[in-house]
């Protein structure tokens, strides 16, 4: 038997609702919460046309896809979140994800796990003034969630080792692969990710090249997206602020210098795709 069947997930954007797909197709339970209405009914839309195309292409049946569908629910009352693990997926601020966290204390069992998707953040420095901190740990998935195969389980200086090994297998249990990290700023991926960014937001501000250029040159290297490309994907907010997470805990280390150019997308809300511009043009 497995003890993990119900998993609630806090914030329906981009990773929410693609993490919410992933554990829905692997037979879980899902309740999915948002703050706002439009981004439940967005999450909603989004789901359901990516369980259509996957079904169009012969990679479901019509009666999985119901039940997919039918596996997630969709709320905006916290106290609907009573699961067996929480994954938090709202906004990259250390703020917004602690007052999240003390709220959620009250209504979750003492045995639930709650996890944080963040990027960039310290693990350890959001499960400090919890409760239950031996039950907290880092759940990154990369975007697309529903098709990124790696899933890094980051270990917090309290995380229990049990914990970890829960993570690990629930993971599994999705056909993702798993890889276990220490609380280290960025992490792996996206510490070593980062000069893919900086570097290309660089070259544009120097106007060494131009965007479309810096991108169909990386693609020609074999990169599936270029820079721009995947930053707009990623969103600009987003990305900035876990730059900007990096740069402050490696004590501004030049490197990882956060771009005045993608400061002033991030201050305009060209955001990328969810906005419907970032450093391209999107039609809704
Ligand atoms: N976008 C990516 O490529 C990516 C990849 C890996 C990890 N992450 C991480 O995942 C997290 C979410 O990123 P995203 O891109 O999905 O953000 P997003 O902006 O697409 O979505 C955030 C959602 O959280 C909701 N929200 C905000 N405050 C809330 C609250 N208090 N309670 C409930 N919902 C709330 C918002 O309404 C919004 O729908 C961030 O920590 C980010 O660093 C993002």
Not at 33 to 41: G, I, K, T
Request: proline share 5%; hydrophobic share 40%; charged share 20%.
């Amino acid at each position: 038997m497995n003890s993990i069947n119900h998993i609630g997930i806090a914030g329906s954007g981009t990773m929410g609702r693609g993490i919410a797909q992933v554990f829905a197709q692997a037979g879980l339970a899902v309740t999915l919460y948002d703050v706002l209405p439009e981004a439940l009914e967005n999450a909603r839309q989004q789901i359901e046309q990516a369980l259509k195309s996957l079904a169009e292409k012969g990679k479901l049946s019509p009666e999985q896809t119901t039940e997919i569908t039918g596996r997630i629910r969709y709320t905006l009352a916290p106290e609907e979140l009573k699961c067996d693990v929480l994954i938090e997926a709202v906004a990259e601020l250390l703020p917004v994800k602690q007052q999240l966290f003390a709220q959620f204390e009250q209504v979750l069992s003492n045995e639930s796990i709650v996890v944080t998707n963040t990027s960039s953040l310290s693990v350890t420095a959001l499960s400090a003034g919890l409760r239950h901190p031996h039950r907290f740990a880092g759940l990154h998935f990369f975007n697309p969630a529903p098709v990124m195969k790696l899933v890094e389980v980051v270990r917090g200086e309290l995380t229990a080792p049990e914990t970890v090994q829960k993570l690990v297998a629930l993971v599994s249990r999705t056909g993702k692969h798993p890889v276990v990290v220490a609380d280290s700023p960025g992490f792996i991926v996206n510490r070593v990710a980062r000069p893919f960014y900086t570097e290309a937001l660089k070259l544009a501000e120097e106007q060494v090249a131009g965007i479309e250029t810096i991108d169909r040159l990386m693609r020609a290297t074999g990169f599936r997206m270029g820079p721009f490309e995947l930053m707009d994907l990623i969103g600009n907010d987003i990305n900035y602020s876990v730059t900007q997470s990096v740069f402050q805990a490696f004590s501004g280390e030049p490197r990882f210098r956060p771009s005045r150019m993608q400061e002033l997308k991030v201050k305009a809300r060209h955001l990328g795709r969810k906005t419907g511009k970032g450093f391209y043009n999107y039609d809704k």
